[in-house]
């Protein structure tokens, strides 16, 4: 029997969006869903059944509701990208994924659900690794219980009610540093997810080359000095790299997830934020001719990087390509202060102007 599953909100989780649909059928017993065994998923069966509905193959359902397109792609990163032109076909990735033991979740997106007149859902971008805050709303996100059954664990209002909010203990610049690592990953899982396959998104120059050193040599020296982990440490604080430690973030993650994979996106988005020739400079002619003045903040979007000068200008960019001392930026869109406008003279000031 064909199942007419609801069509998936954007960045949904596979796994709360089969649940959203037990929860409005009123459907009691699970055993009604082959597909859905010891808390997997068997894709192949889910694309069979809502083929009326949805149309999604296996390997679509995989790549636009659950993490296979950022565990996928961030398994090269673990070996320094230097085998990106065979992505991993895992079986438990692509084939049956299974859900989180635990679900975190941001408040005030719930309640930007509710306004906008649609039911709560769960994001998978905020079961990403270290993933603590909310990359749009920058506020930490709640923990639901463990030990809860199916049912309880993707129900909303038992998440609102016994829910905790994550323990981190940062200063503002610490916290500001981890929001940017959770638009980082959440670029990462939407690029690999978007047109073409995971292959093309990864070897791309602007998806790897924003989120690499200058070189790969320079990676694995900085990676493997003393005091990365201690500059880790100053970047993100130590709870936070405490709790990226802690084994249930390992059970977030549908798979197992090795620190040491984590790390290098640590210690690339700690070096991002150092090196100085990763800033622009200043496109505003006018307050600065030379084009000899760098930006004096950066902040990371889910196209690219949004740049402000002391000048009052603005602009969007990407990062296109990377050498071993300096970077090349594409400007996507630019916004200029308000200028001061000199009032048109009256003929009266112009003729008298002129005289004189």
């Known amino acids: 029997m064909a199942i007419y599953l609801f069509a998936p909100y954007d960045d949904e989780l596979l796994h709360g969006l089969v649940y959203r649909y037990i929860e409005h059928m009123g459907v009691h017993s699970l055993s009604h869903f082959r597909g859905l065994t010891k808390n997997s998923l068997d894709l192949d069966w889910w694309a069979r059944e809502t083929a009326v509905s949805v149309g999604m193959t296996a390997r679509q359902i995989a790549d636009r509701l659950t993490l296979r397109p950022f565990l996928s792609a961030t398994r090269w990163w673990s070996i320094l990208c230097n085998d990106a032109s065979h992505p991993p076909q895992g079986q438990q990735l692509l084939k049956s994924p299974r859900g989180p033991r635990t679900l975190r979740f941001c408040r005030t997106c719930f309640v930007q659900d509710h306004r906008m007149g649609r039911s709560p859902y769960w994001r998978r971008s905020h079961q990403l690794p270290g993933s603590f805050f909310c990359h749009i709303h920058g506020e930490t996100l709640y923990e639901t219980g463990r030990g ?69 040599e320079v990676i694995r020296s900085i990676t493997k000095t003393d005091h990365v982990m201690s500059s880790i440490l100053d970047h993100y604080g130590k709870s936070f790299i405490d709790l990226c430690r802690d084994t249930s973030t390992a059970n977030v993650l549908m798979t197992s997830y090795p620190m040491g994979r984590l790390e290098v996106l640590l210690s ?89």
């Not at 296109?320 to 406008?341: N, Q």
């Open 148 to 216: 809860l059954r199916h049912r309880e664990q993707y129900d909303i209002d038992t998440a609102l009610s016994m829910g905790v909010r994550i323990k981190l203990d940062l200063t503002e610049t610490q916290k500001s540093n981890c929001v940017s690592l959770a638009k980082m990953v959440h670029w990462i899982l939407i690029s690999a997810s978007g047109p073409g396959t995971i292959r093309h998104a990864v070897t791309r120059s602007r998806f790897r080359f924003e989120f690499v050193t200058p070189t790969e």
């Open 268 to 356: 690339h988005s700690l070096i991002e934020a150092s090196l100085d020739f990763m800033w622009p400079k200043c496109v505003n002619v006018q307050a600065h001719p030379k084009n000899d003045v760098r930006v004096n903040a950066v902040k990371r979007t889910s196209s690219g990087w949004t740049a402000a000068c002391l000048c009052g200008c603005t602009f969007d960019y990407v990062v296109s390509t990377i050498s071993k001392d300096a970077a090349r930026f594409e400007i996507t869109s630019i916004r200029l202060p308000p200028t001061d406008v000199r009032p048109v003279d009256t003929p009266e000031e112009h003729k008298s102007g002129c005289s004189s």
